[in-house]
């Protein structure tokens, strides 16, 4: 639902919406602050009247710094991720549109609430793999969607659940052109065909995972989970992953496809490198074998079948309208950042610097850089962007300290939220829509959890 629109004509960047999803998440932050107000109460009661507490204050000893180190502070993610907060809302001080600063800060407020509830609810209220369930039975069912959509070249009349109205003729869907023919890129149910590339990029990573790591991970022998013992014979686990795999082609996303391709190479070149992982392939010897047949035969009745539009897309030209525009993006948020250095001009505000800047441009051409660290620097400034940085690098020294790189599965989880780091290099979606905000925090967060 469209709340607002703070621009004339209407620009999707400029204007505020309720989502479904945001229902849910309030309800869901709402229930999981009562329920830790619930079992946290009375913990911080007993702690100041304990003993120790009670001598340490009649010796005048007592100081908030003997729980709490500045080290500590400066060494957690969530102390940076904080700040990065308080500096965005300062940001405010520069907007141009004060109303539209304050929503997206709100926006960020949500998952940064989401990305938190997740990290500390991980292992407590839901299992990680029940998570990967979910991500897969979503991703198929977006998959099924994104193959008929493909097949028929339009939208299929899902609008409830959220599907744009897709024609090829129709502006600002995403199309290409093969031998002189339009072609329709699969949406699903999200905005974008990156988005739904980038959700099942998730979902294929998930069955991966659940195939080969999630049966027994106490006995590395036992790659082939219990749930899935029955159903090889029948070749359901298989006939699922074909679904998705032809579904995440049909998205025709180039740098999520090729990350994708990039991951697996990466997967079997540390496997083959690292001498105490090379047991996995001859453990996991019947499922990887399965799977990479599973693989060359969908890979390759989808380049035979669709081998105009693959050919098109491989190709990338410099005059294309794809690279001309991110390279003029790029160009102008670097230049915002030159001239707005320490708080850049205000969160949400690249669009109306923008459309002030340059007022003759069609009203497509409105759009973030598309580069999450470029759109970051240019609201946020280099204090904002420095902030976010170090939250990501705590994040990850955390996940590298506590992680255990005896397993491959170990590399194989980094080298999937990594690939979301990637992403955000060529594409704004992960960071200024509301499907692929829910991807990348919900990535980050799984990142807390344990492998040791």
Known sequence: MILYEWTRPFNQWTSAYLYGTDILLGLLLIFGLMRSLKI?????????????????AKAGQFSIFNEFSISKFLNSSSFWLGV??????I????????????YQLLKLAEF?????????????????QGVLVTIIASGFFQAVIAIVQYIKQESIGLRLLGESPLSINAIGVAVFVADGVKYLRAYGTTPHPNVL?????????????????????SNP?????????????????LAIYAVLLFAFFFTFSRVIIGLWLVGIAARLLIAFLRKDLRGFFAVA????????????????????????????????????????QRVFYNKLASSVAASHPLLGVGIGQFIPGMITKFKNLPAVAYQPVH???????????FLGLGAFLLFLFFVFWRFIHVADFKKLYTFSFLIFIFSFLLIGLFDHFLWTSQQGSLIFWMALALLSIDFS
Do not use: C, D, H
């Not at 590339?197 to 991970?217: P, R």
């Open 285 to 324: 010897k019947k499922p990887l074998l399965t799977l990479f047949i599973t693989t060359v035969v969908v890979v390759g009745a989808f380049f035979v079948m669709f081998w105009p539009q693959v050919k098109s897309r491989i190709y990338i030209s410099a005059q294309e309208e794809a690279v001309t």
């Open 112 to 128: 940064i609430g989401f990305y938190f509830y997740l990290r500390m609810n991980l292992g407590k209220i839901f299992s990680f």
């Open 84 to 89: 990065f907060f308080a500096i965005s809302a």
């Open 221 to 237: 022998s036992e790659t082939q989970p219990a749930i899935f013992a029955g159903w090889v014979k029948e070749g359901a686990p």
């Open 40 to 56: 946290n109460s009375g913990r911080i009661f007993n702690f100041a009247y304990s003993a120790e507490a009670a001598s340490a």
């Open 91 to 102: 940001s405010i001080f520069n907007s141009r549109i004060i109303g539209l600063s304050f």
């Open 197 to 217: 590339a980038a959700w099942l990029f998730v979902a294929i990573f998930a069955f991966y995972f659940y195939f080969f790591y999630l049966g027994k991970k």
């Open 371 to 381: 580069n999450i660290y470029l759109l970051i620097v240019s609201e946020t400034g």
